[in-house]
């Protein structure tokens, strides 16, 4: 597709279930990036991933939170036992790698998680 | 630490006048900055950006400001208009090409 697309766009879930979120990157694009933000917050870095290279995972919270990306394509972002504090927005993004710091990402719409 | 700061959370504007929206970091090894506006249920999109080696960058009623020595830069549209009513990013490139981000400024624009 033309943009990043992420999906759901919205998810209630219940404290303790687990939930997965997708992205489906821009095609081409070699680095995706999984983002949160919270009310009043700025963008909490959470994940990224670039080309076959071992993923930086040193943004996410706590080891409920998990990711892969298959294929160099679609990641899913799962986090397992829900808590009430992760409820927030997730956003991804992509880019075409490090060089593309020119012009940033291109970020989704994001999933708008409520933990209930 | 936030190395990325934007004092304001919101900030309200007549229609055509300036708005100022300003960010102070406090890493001096960031060199590449950029300016990202978000509306509601959408993501951030990319609006303008600078590097280090500049102090100013334009793009039509856009401008960013880049005072290297004090830490801050300033986005500057002008003149402000009703569709510029948005959440608007600061962030920073680390020296791990990733993005540090502000916690953003809301912007009103008022008819």
């Known amino acids: 597709g033309a943009g990043v697309s992420q999906s759901p766009s919205n998810k209630v879930t219940e404290k303790g279930k687990d939930v997965e979120l997708r992205c489906d990157p821009i095609?081409?694009?070699?680095?995706l990036y999984w983002y949160r933000q919270s009310l009043g917050q700025g963008l909490e870095f959470l994940i990224y991933?670039?080309?076959?290279?071992?993923?930086?995972k040193s943004g996410l919270p706590s080891d409920r939170f998990s990711a892969e990306r298959t294929g160099g394509s679609v990641s899913t972002l799962t986090i397992q036992r829900t808590q009430q504090e992760d409820s927030a927005v997730y956003l991804c993004?992509?880019?075409?790698?490090?060089?593309?710091?020119?012009?940033?990402?291109?970020f989704g719409s994001g999933t708008r998680l409520t933990v209930v | 630490d936030q190395q990325v700061k934007q004092n304001s959370p919101s900030l309200s504007v007549q229609e055509g006048r300036i708005s100022i929206l300003n960010c102070d970091y406090t890493?001096?090894?960031?060199?590449?900055f950029l300016w990202y506006k978000k509306y509601p249920a959408e993501g951030p999109t990319f609006l303008i950006s600078?590097?280090?080696i500049k102090d100013k960058n334009e793009d039509g009623r856009f401008t960013v400001f880049l005072n290297k020595s004090a830490k801050h830069l300033s986005l500057h549209i002008v003149p402000s208009q009703p569709g510029d009513s948005a959440v608007y990013f600061c962030?920073?490139?680390?020296?791990?090409?990733?993005?540090?981000w502000g916690a953003g400024t809301k912007l009103i624009i008022k008819p």
């Open positions: 993004a992509s880019s075409l790698g490090p060089d593309s710091m020119y012009y940033g990402y291109t």
């Open positions: 095609s081409g694009h070699t680095a």
């Open positions: 991933f670039q080309g076959n290279s071992a993923p930086d």
């Open positions: 890493n001096s090894m960031f060199d590449y």
């Open positions: 600078i590097s280090s």
């Open positions: 962030a920073a490139f680390d020296s791990n090409y990733q993005l540090i």
